[in-house]
């Protein structure tokens, strides 16, 4: 079971977007996918149509007072899996804080789904938190959405740093633009510049487009209903990216 | 119509959505004796008539032509597999390995997959989905018409599957479609409304004969019948042993002719005059025909167990035996087929079921005694049948031969039993059947070391003949290959003056060494085996004397007939 983890410090730079729309594509090529949506926001569980609701909440997770898996849902696609969010999210801090060995927790409780699931997407809140730690030693691979600014570079050093820094397990780092728009120069030229200074930079770009910004509208992944969108397409090659420099195995089910 | 009736059922809580409609094609399968079945197991191929499903909201990847679903009687799915374009029958090598294979290996066995009967028709997927226009579960549709061996309207089927977390929405919509008119929750399922229509019942072929009448019906009546029985199993055998669709046609064949032969044997005498004697050398010629084809069959059926045994040789040594046998095979089916194809084969069957229908119907002529009836005719046949084998037991416990008794004494006591166990299987219904279950297997426990050491007999002599005709095919490969040298190559001319050399000892003089040496010791481990059977042999010939069958079927000392 790979576990993939979509991050980045700031909010609205397309975590969410990004998570939804690989873990679409993750289980339409035939993997059995499960998408954690830890942001009490919630934003992908609204997407999926999922009420955002666990019970037990986030204390009750941790504490193993049920399993994880009795809280997941079937989002509308085959192999897709949805593990919703829960207002008490904003609290799993403190949650982490009681349990023995906090930073692990995620890694603990993830375990028992190795057998059910071939790939887990992890969508994550904003933030520097023990939550984050937590998901640092439990992912594979970071996925980390940066929008083409001039604080860009900066950005992705101090998050490699922060790594660096880890003991233990660390995960490998895959950063992609988020939000570009060709017509700016500056995104131009950030795009172009960094993936050659910078091996963790994927060479596919998600653009700033509307059709990113339906998802909410429409409640469902781009490619579920705008296959053919260059939007779709721009995904479909970070899924491949992603799925090349993490070593994922051919999936055991064809889709 | 029923779409828009399911939606009404389902309203205003649920809404339902088509996500895919096509047109499908359903096959039944099972073994020739019901093997699935018999198991509590529902066999059905699914494919669509375009090859491609595009099914599954929005995922795209491509889908089988055809999908196997193994369901329970009850209709719960067991495991599923893709198949390419499969022809039935099939054995179970032609699913794909996996778990479907897997769960259909200990049931089915080396028996083929037969098809039942097909339907056509349209299956349709509903998405059921909540206010938030959420799938929380997901609807099938079929529609389904009987296409073959007969035509006929099926009930339609639908079958609603949760969504993961969604579990009380699909109690709940479940409920709401049972409310609804016309409507009924499956209880009897499709698969018996195809039996229904097509006039087949599960467990209509059994490779068992017995009489069904009562003993004081005349035996000459209740033997036709038991005859007749085991007519109908070679003819209903036939015709897929020569289309060579599983090796288990053959063996209910075999074992039909063999009965056949032992009732002649053993209680010909009550049939009308001459009737044994005149058709017992026909199902002799019979027997024969089919011998070589069957032996080849079990051998290469246990073939990968017995390279699998091998310690000192490696399982691959033996493949040049497997050749050898799989060719042999060839050629022994083109007699065999030449037989049961033979006008001979045809006259045969005939003749014989217009005299065991004469037999069954005839009426004493005026005056004249009726014969035995069969209550009688059973208790004196199985009795000398008992005291065949006591006899022969007996001696070979007494003779107490060092390392056991010699192989034609164990084989002739196989012989006996086997002769008293068909009795038993004939005239069983006249006895009580807990009686005759114990009565069985005390002689079960004979048979078996017997048939062990029978068994290894067989192979091991067969491993010697086999030996024999690789050697001798090797011989004469090497004497032609001396005169016969191959003609020279493009280009070879010009080079230095050839000569004539004598064969080399070429490649496959090792490979055909490596042969003989695992031949040598399959030899010897069938060999322990025997000892083995041959050791315990006394002892379970003890036992079984001890039982005292007699007693058990309430059969009393000699019985006299008159």
Known sequence: MKIFATYNIKGGVGKTSAAVNLAYLAGEAGYRTLLWDLDPQAAASYVFRVRPRVKGGAKGLIRGARPLGDAIKGTDFDLLDLLPADFTYRNMDLALDKAKKPARQLSRLLGPLAGEYDIVFLDCPPSISLVSENILHAVHTLLVPIIPTTLSERTFDQLTGFIDSLNGSRPEVLAFFSMVDRRKRLHRDITERLPASRPGIASATIPAM?????????????????????????????????????????????? | MLARRIATALEPRYSIAQETRRRERQVWLDTFDWRLHSAGL????????????????????????????????????????????????ALLDAIPAGALRDRLDPVAGVRALLPLARAEGTMTLFRVLDGEHKTVARLRLEVASLAQPVGGTLPARLVLTPVRGYQPDTDRAARLLAAADGLVPGSRSVFQAVLANTGRQPGDY????????????????????????????????????????????????????????SALKLAGDVLPRDLAARFAPEFKWLGDLTTPTRDLDVNLAGFGDLAGRLRAAAPADLEPLRVQLAQRRVTERRKLLRGLRSARFAELMTAWRAALDDAAAARPRRGRHQGPDAGTVAADRIGRAYRRVVKRGAAISAAGTAGGPPAEDMHSLRKRCKELRYLLEFFGSLYEPAALRRAVKDLKGLQDCLGEFQDAQVQRDEIREFATQMLTQRATQGTRRHHRPAPPGPGELAAAPRRWQPAPAGPGAGELAATLLAMGELTARLDAQQRRARAEVAGRFGEFAEAGVLRTLGIGGRAAMS
């Open chain 1, 210 to 255: 509307t059709l990113v910004e339906q998802m909410a509208v429409r409640r469902a992944p781009v490619p579920a209903f705008a296959p053919r969108s260059a939007a779709a397409q721009r995904y479909r090659e970070l899924w491949a990216e992603l799925r090349t420099r993490s070593g994922t195995a051919d999936p055991a089910t064809p889709g």
């Open chain 2, 42 to 89: 529902v066999l059905r191929q699914l494919s669509t008539g375009s090859g491609r499903g595009g099914h599954s909201m929005g995922v795209t990847g491509s889908r089988p032509s055809a999908e196997l679903v193994l369901t329970t009687d009850a209709g719960e799915q067991v495991a599923s597999a893709p198949l390419g374009s499969p022809r039935w029958p």
């Open chain 2, 206 to 261: 059994r490779d068992k004969v017995a009489v069904t009448l009562p003993a004081p019906a005349p035996a000459r009546a209740a033997v036709a019948g038991v005859l007749l029985g085991l007519a109908d199993t070679i003819e209903a055998n036939v015709g897929f042993v020569i289309r060579d669709v599983d090796i288990e046609f053959l063996h209910d064949l075999r074992v039909a002719v063999r009965r056949t032969r």
